[in-house]
């Protein structure tokens, strides 16, 4: 059973991980015997990657790849494949949320978001499944999002664009399930992150932020996810233990989407 969920001698990439979710399952797919590469905006944030990855004992290699430049990301691929080798799993990481009301978000905002969240998956997801398909097959997992599901006040860019992921989702693993590609999601409830960080700032008396009160309501375990929670999920979908899952969001939120919330 233990080898079902073995990555030995897979290379994993995992796009935006210098920190936070991606970085928590590019160290558990690397647990799972991986070779890991990851890639961030940026050389600092690459190298401030490489630091954290040394200082965990997990093996890396970073590339400076912004996901939403097509000619970046072909680029860096056909590095990974010389440099490391064809790429067997791919999560699709890399995100960013801004939290405005729809009537004052600029277009150019919302075109941001969806860039990142929506169309850099396509594009990276795009770039490896050629050579997936001629080893015989891979995974593909994309970070999808309680938003996947449902709205909320100011994130209308962010929910349209992971909502899109998860039929992006879908799509890839109806058009190449074919070719022993499986194409799953990971909808992260609210997760302790840099990224969620202004929804937990202590008050000025240090009462618990109102959006950290509520979200402990709404979620029977009655905490915030770490991005520990997230690393078995990775494994699972990641190896060969998820051969016949294909197109599921695999939601990761302490039951929140199951819970009309704890009565005030
Ligand atoms: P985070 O702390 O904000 O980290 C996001 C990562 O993506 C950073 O490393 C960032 O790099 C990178 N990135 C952003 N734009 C990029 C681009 N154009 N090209 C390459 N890398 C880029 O976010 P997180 O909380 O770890 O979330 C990771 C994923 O999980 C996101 O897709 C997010 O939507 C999703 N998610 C998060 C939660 C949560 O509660 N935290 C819940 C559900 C889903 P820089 O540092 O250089 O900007
Ligand atoms: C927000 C949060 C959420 C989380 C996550 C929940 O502002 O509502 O940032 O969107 O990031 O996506 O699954």
Known sequence: MNNQFSLQGKTAWVTGASYGIGFAIASALAEAGANIVFN???QAQVDKGLAAYKESGVPARGYVCDVTDEGAVKETVAKIEREVGVVDVLVNNAGIIKRIPMTEMSAE???????VDLNAPFIVAKAV???MIKKGGGKIINICSMMSELG????????A??????MLTRNIASEYGAYNIQCNGIG?????????????????????HPFDQFIIAKTPAARWGTTDDLKGPAVFLASSASD?????????????????????
């Open 244 to 264: 016949f899952v294909n197109g599921h969001i695999l939601y990761v939120d302490g039951g929140i989407l199951a819970y009309i919330g704890k009565q005030p």
């Open 152 to 159: 909320r006040e100011t994130v209308s860019a962010y929910a």
């Open 40 to 42: 961030d905006i940026g």
């Open 161 to 166: 664009a992971k909502g899109g992921l998860k």
């Open 188 to 208: 992260p409830g609210y997760i302790e992150t840099p990224q969620t960080a202004p929804l937990r700032e202590r008050q000025a008396d240090g009462s618990r």
């Open 109 to 115: 905002d919302f075109r941001k978001v969806v860039d």
């Open 129 to 131: 499944i050629p050579a």
